[in-house]
């Protein structure tokens, strides 16, 4: 897991160490000092801590005149023993969307596995956007990690299943991202 590095090629259109609004301002990243890991494995020094110990992230690009974010994924998305969605809600979405973000892109695919428990705080993060035509959308999760989602009726909440998978998002630019999430999302409701 250490090789597995968030992508980079778009750090020329943003770095989340020098965005006043992210969480993650000012931190300084080594390209050799490993010191996060999930469980016993050591990931990449790029990836970023929101509090959950088995769920890391970067954001890959953020745009608050367009209201939207970015954000890469890695690990194991624990909310039965870690409660990693309260973190992530906590550590990183309420920043962003106090900062004037109201659509969440979400990579999924270096998530290894998904353990659900409720999902209010699901619920709390789509209730806080989606009177701004917000939205959350969960781009490339693996399939197996798709269905204990729906399972859990977070796609009640989060765009997620078929459709949103296999996307080429790497071949965009980052700010063409979000309009061609939009056609999905349209797509998906007819």
Not at 1 to 20: K, N
Not at 56 to 63: R, T, V, W
């Amino acid at each position: 897991m250490h090789d597995i590095e968030p992508y980079y090629h778009w750090r020329d259109y943003y770095d989340t160490a020098q965005d006043e609004h992210s969480p993650f301002h000012g931190q300084e990243y080594s390209e050799f000092h490993f010191s996060n890991k999930i469980y016993n494995h050591y990931i990449h020094p790029q990836w970023d801590n929101f509090g959950s110990s088995t769920l890391y992230c970067k954001i890959l690009f953020a745009d608050y005149q367009k209201q939207f974010v970015v954000i890469e994924l890695i690990g194991e998305w624990n909310d039965t023993l870690h409660n990693d969605i309260m973190e992530l809600k906590r550590g990183l979405i309420n920043p962003l969307i106090d900062a004037g973000i109201r659509k969440f892109i979400l990579i999924g695919e270096n998530v290894l596995n998904f353990h659900s428990s409720d999902d209010l705080y699901y619920e709390e993060w789509y209730d806080d956007i989606k009177d701004d035509d917000g939205w959350i959308v969960a781009l490339n999760f693996r399939e197996h990690v798709v269905s204990e989602m729906q399972k859990a009726r977070v796609h009640y909440f989060v765009n997620v299943g078929e459709q949103y998978n296999n996307v080429l998002w790497r071949k965009l630019k980052p700010f063409h991202l979000p309009g061609f999430v939009d056609e999905l999302i349209i797509r998906s409701l007819k």
